[in-house]
T-cell receptor, first 113, second 113 residues
Framework: DQQVKQNSPSLSVQEGRISILNCDYT??????FLWYKKYPAEGPTFLIS?????DKNEDGRFTVFLNKSAKHLSLHIVPSQPGDSAVYFC????????????FGGGTRLMVKP | DAGVIQSPRHEVTEMGQEVTLRCKPI?????LFWYRQTMMRGLELLIY????????DSGMPEDRFSAKMPNASFSTLKIQPSEPRDSAVYFC???????????FGSGTRLTVV
């Protein structure tokens, strides 16, 4: 039973356009959400996070939106750059879960020049 | 700090052999996690430790898998005997208290032939 799902295994976007990566979760106890970026042959690296008390968090070209009622979050990258091409993982944690993160299956983003 | 260090980077072994993966977490981090990445299941948590004590090993697929953390600066994940379906990239990650985010190592790509 996957508690965090990324239903799009891949996404292709033109350079300069917006990339939107989606993530759904089922566990209502999740209260902290993160996005990680992973390049080939490297470990995932932290990108941006959002607490359940917010519905938006922005950091430069990256914005994460949280819709708690729909149990849905999304990562917007604008403008997209070729260097953004990577696999993006959505992750979630619940307070009291011992710092444990549950990850989605990942979405491969390809930004074409 | 050099980050989370995993060794070896690549391991090719024959079915039935014992495999040991190693991890050195970031100094001062009190949580250590072992994840496995496969095409089918994305990033799945195998086991995690808090202050060197195993907290949740429910993700360990079978008794063939075992993990230890003898001290705060070292952990091993052992597979004995290994099988071709164990082929995957294994990541170690560490974090501090309830910081929310992990730092991942670069992973060990295991191939069992």
């Amino acid at each position: 039973d996957q508690q965090v799902k990324q239903n799009s295994p891949s996404l292709s976007v033109q350079e300069g356009r917006i990339s939107i990566l989606n993530c759904d979760y089922t566990n209502s106890m999740f209260d902290y959400f993160l996005w990680y970026k992973k390049y080939p042959a490297e470990g995932p690296t932290f990108l941006i996070s959002i607490s359940s008390i917010k519905d938006k968090n922005e950091d430069g070209r990256f914005t994460v939106f949280l819709n708690k009622s729909a149990k849905h979050l999304s990562l917007h990258i604008v403008p997209s750059q070729p260097g953004d091409s990577a696999v993006y993982f959505c992750a979630a944690s619940a307070r009291g879960a011992g710092n444990m993160l549950t990850f989605g299956g990942g979405t491969r983003l390809m930004v074409k020049p | 700090d050099a980050g989370v260090i995993q060794s070896p980077r690549h391991e090719v072994t024959e079915m039935g052999q014992e495999v040991t993966l190693r991890c050195k977490p970031i100094s001062g981090h009190d949580y250590l996690f072992w994840y496995r990445q496969t095409m089918m299941r994305g990033l799945e948590l195998l086991i995690y430790f808090n202050n060197n004590v195993p907290i949740d090993d429910s993700g360990m697929p079978e008794d063939r898998f075992s993990a230890k953390m003898p001290n705060a600066s070292f952990s091993t994940l052992k597979i004995q005997p290994s099988e071709p379906r164990d082929s995957a990239v294994y990541f170690c990650a560490s974090s501090f208290a309830n910081s929310g985010g992990y730092t991942f190592g670069s992973g060990t790509r295991l191939t069992v032939v």
